[in-house]
């Protein structure tokens, strides 16, 4: 596949360099921030429709060029297309994100290796991977996909069904696909199948002590 001159050409729609408007009342930045960052949200229904090789691949090739402590990049990405993958997915998924996760056309497990090349403990490799999954929802959110992680789902059976490795650590199943209607999901969940907000900024800032630091 080559790289198009114009790195917009192909996509969804060029809305995402504007607010949508399901998001507008929802999320009002403290201060200015791309619109593609508020325009990406977690939604649970989902379209019966696939979702092309070129395309799925391009969201997987974003995470791949993430940043990662080293340039380890721990990251590895297992991917349930068929139907066969996704019974497989439906073994450890908890049964109330298997209602809705399993509609979604394609279904990744995100997971990390915890040791570098040469043995030694990575103690960055989840937080490496936090950055692979971000930089895969953005990119997903500007090709006119929606994506919501996953941490309901039980790491044992999934270990046993995907025959993982001991090195690997298992962070969280990823459903990606084209976001549906919300009267498609049981009524608990289309309640909550909208933006949600953020706590102000200077909630997640803290102080710095240095009293006594300089005389």
């Known amino acids: 596949m080559s790289i198009s001159a114009n790195p917009l050409e192909g996509y ?3 809305s995402e360099l504007a607010y949508n408007a399901e998001v507008a009342e929802a999320r009002r930045p403290d201060h200015p921030v791309h619109p593609l960052i508020l325009n990406r949200w977690s939604p649970r229904s989902y379209e019966d429709r696939s979702i092309s090789d070129e ?12 940043p990662s402590s080293g340039n380890v990049q721990p990251w590895r990405f297992y991917v349930a297309r068929t139907a066969e993958e996704h019974a ?17 056309p394609v279904l990744l ?9 040469n043995g030694d403990p ?6 490496d991977a936090g950055a692979a999954w971000a930089t895969l929802a953005f990119q997903a959110r500007l090709l006119g996909l929606s994506t919501r992680a996953i941490g309901g789902f039980d790491h044992d059976i999934a270990r046993e069904t995907l025959q993982t490795s001991d090195d690997l650590a298992l962070h969280a199943v990823i459903a990606l696909g084209y976001k549906g209607e919300a009267g498609s999901l049981d009524d608990a969940f289309r309640e909550q199948e909208k933006p949600n907000g ?5 909630d997640s800032i803290l102080p710095v002590k240095t009293d006594g630091l300089i005389d």
Not at 109 to 117: E, G, I, M, N
Request: aromatic residues 12%; positive net charge; without cysteine.
């Open 122 to 127: 990575n103690g960055a490799h989840a937080f």
């Open 55 to 66: 395309v799925l691949f391009t969201v997987l090739e974003a995470a791949r060029w993430a």
């Open 12 to 14: 969804a729609s060029l």
């Open 109 to 117: 497990l995100l997971a990390s290796v915890k040791v570098r090349d």
């Open 88 to 104: 497989a997915f439906d073994k450890f998924l908890k049964p109330r994100n298997r209602q809705w996760a399993t509609k979604a």
């Open 198 to 202: 953020r706590r102000p900024l200077a």
